[in-house]
Antibody, heavy 123, light 111 residues
Framework: QVQLQESGPGLVKPSQTLSLICSVS??????????WSWIRQIPGKGLEWIGY???????LFNPSLRSRVTTSVDTSKNQFSLRLTSVTAADTAVYYC???????????????WGQGTQVTVSS | QSALTQPASVSGSPGQSITISCIGT?????????VSWYQHHPGMAPKLLIF???KRPSGVSNRFSGSKSGNTASLTISGLQAEDEAEYYC???????????FGTGTKVTVL
């Protein structure tokens, strides 16, 4: 059974870069069977898809965040990561790393989630 | 990015059935059969309940069922149990402009 675990700083200063890592166990990112995603939940709001990475390095991002987001995959460590630049208080959220099951080159559903990590943007 | 619209809360007594609606648009729910539903207990990882409108992953109780009509998807929980008390979210693919949109979330309370 696949397990995902987020790690990274819980506090980031405004204008700085948010960096998170997701460690995957029970599945190999390099299998190429899934898309590895980031989703966040902003307080008082619903869920927001941030983007995904593929094992080969391909990626896709939410248009509203595209200018500030990068993701990467480290198959040797079976990890994938998220970087969000120029953060503001509006980026305060619980961030989830998630495995997405594809269908015809898009994600059909998100089948496995990490427990989430709280990131607060504050000086 | 417009979220899918869900009722803020739904409640029911043990054993009853409840239905949660998820209202989208002609750009997402109405044209793609890529609607999924997730159950989220606080502090835990969200759990996939339904995918591709009405399919259940192995291990998910058959008390959970999904359907779609036009731009509205629905999740029905039958035989409501105390453990079903949680937040529920729908999600739909929304094409290559917006990709994936989630619902606003519904808090289910078991009376």
């Amino acid at each position: 059974q696949v397990q995902l675990q987020e790690s990274g700083p819980g506090l980031v200063k405004p204008s700085q870069t948010l960096s998170l890592i997701c460690s995957v166990s029970g599945d190999s990112i390099s299998s190429g069977d899934y898309y590895w995603s980031w989703i966040r939940q902003i307080p008082g709001k619903g869920l927001e898809w941030i983007g995904y990475s593929y094992f080969s390095g391909g990626s896709l991002f939410n248009p509203s965040l595209r200018s500030r987001v990068t993701t990467s995959v480290d198959t040797s460590k079976n990890q994938f990561s998220l970087r969000l630049t120029s953060v503001t208080a509006a980026d305060t959220a619980v961030y989830y790393c998630v495995r997405g099951t594809p269908i015809v080159a898009t994600i059909a559903y998100f089948d496995s989630w990490g427990q989430g990590t709280q990131v607060t943007v504050s000086s | 990015q417009s979220a899918l619209t869900q009722p803020a809360s739904v409640s029911g007594s043990p054993g009853q059935s409840i239905t949660i609606s998820c209202i989208g648009t002609s750009s997402d729910v109405a044209i793609y059969d890529l609607v999924s539903w997730y159950q989220h207990h606080p502090g835990m990882a969200p759990k996939l309940l339904i995918f591709q409108v009405s399919k259940r992953p192995s291990g998910v109780s058959n008390r959970f069922s999904g359907s779609k009509s036009g731009n509205t998807a629905s999740l029905t929980i039958s035989g409501l149990q105390a453990e079903d008390e949680a937040e529920y979210y729908c999600c739909s693919y929304a094409g290559s402009d917006m990709f994936y949109v989630f619902g606003t979330g519904t808090k289910v309370t078991v009376l």
